[in-house]
């Protein structure tokens, strides 16, 4: 029995110390210091602390001076010190520093500075360290998400980090509460605090497992619902991220089809044929001479001019010796 008695006790307790811690860290996130920032959208906001004893609060417009002219709007915030809106049908348009007035009417210091939120989410493949500005990533790259917010400023300013939750949809239109990386270990991605205007979540997403993650196209944006400002002011950019989309797939979206390069054929030049010039040999079949024709050489040579004799010179010696021979024959006998 004490044994039991002793375990609700301990419950109890613990359940008290959580109650407690949630307490705390909602009232930091909702507490405004004078001169914090205050984003249009945000309810249940405590500006005790921003106004001091006044109970009004005025906006001059741009290059006005305070000390001598009229608040531009006014706006009396009795009975919501402690439980303040910005609302958007109050506030917007009417951004910057809004002023404690005193009794009188006058400026009585600085109470908060009404911002617009802004919100962009970004998809950057880890292994490469760009941004995939055609909204594909290969299959089996770490994935981590890049959050641009100017509501980061709540961090420093009220002691926590606003919670911001990134929404992951699949093809098939299931949303996903976490992400897995390479190893398959799981990430929440819900109230992510966010602490830095750019803000990087790292590596913690993978689309390599086919079972986990099928192929298609992912869709990827941000919401940021602190003290309920995206459910008073749903507008896209500002409580809510622009959608952006993912393609898983193995292969360039760009790639359609295989691209065959076009095959250079090289000519080789035609070179000219050069003109062969063919010394053709006549077999020249020397003519059977007859016996008063002398015989032809094959190759003629042409005497020395003292070698040359006169024509018909051989023919009279010969018939000189012819007559000489006879003239001796007749002497004998």
């Known amino acids: 029995m004490n044994m039991i008695k002793n375990g609700i006790k301990i419950l109890f307790f613990l359940v008290c110390l959580s109650l407690v811690c949630v307490g705390l860290a909602t009232a930091a996130i909702n507490t405004v210091k004078q001169g914090n920032a205050v984003f249009i959208g945000e309810e249940g906001l405590d500006i005790s602390a921003a106004m001091g004893p006044d109970t009004r609060i005025g906006w001059w417009a741009s290059a006005a001076d305070i000390t001598t002219t009229s608040p531009t709007n006014t706006i009396d915030l009795t009975g919501r010190i402690t439980s303040f809106m910005v609302n958007p049908s109050e506030f917007d348009g009417y951004l910057g520093n809004w002023y404690r007035l005193n009794g009188a009417g006058k400026a009585d210091g600085i109470a908060f500075i009404v911002v617009d939120p802004e919100l962009v989410i970004k998809v950057e493949d880890a292994n490469m360290d760009v941004d995939p500005a055609l909204q594909w ?32 949809q699949s093809p098939d239109g299931a949303i996903y509460s976490s992400v897995r990386n390479a190893a398959g270990t799981p990430t929440s991605i819900v109230d992510i605090p966010v602490n830095a205007v750019t803000f990087y979540t790292g590596p913690i997403w993978n689309m390599g497992n086919p079972d986990v993650y099928p192929a298609g196209t992912y869709t990827i944006w941000a919401e940021s619902n602190v003290n309920q400002m995206n459910d008073n002011y749903d507008v896209t950019g500002k409580t ?26 090289t ?67």
Do not use: H
């Not at 991220?241 to 054929?265: E, M, V, Y």
């Not at 010696?317 to 000489?324: E, P, R």
């Open 240 to 265: 809510i991220s622009k959608k952006i989309t993912l393609l898983n797939q193995g292969q360039n979206p760009l790639i359609t089809k295989a691209t065959t390069l076009p095959t250079q054929t």
């Open 137 to 168: 990533i290969p299959s089996g790259d770490d994935i981590r998400f890049r959050i641009d917010t100017n509501i980061a400023q709540i961090a420093s300013q009220r002691s926590a980090p606003p919670p911001i939750t990134i929404k992951v």
């Open 267 to 333: 000519k080789t030049p035609t070179l000219a044929t050069p003109q062969v010039t063919t010394q053709t040999v006549v077999n020249t079949t020397v003519p059977t001479l007859s016996p008063t024709e002398p015989p032809l050489t094959a190759a003629t040579q042409v005497p020395s001019p003292s070698q040359t004799k006169a024509p018909g010179f051989g023919a009279i010696m010969a018939i000189s010796a012819i007559l000489f021979g006879l003239a001796v024959y007749v002497k004998k006998e």
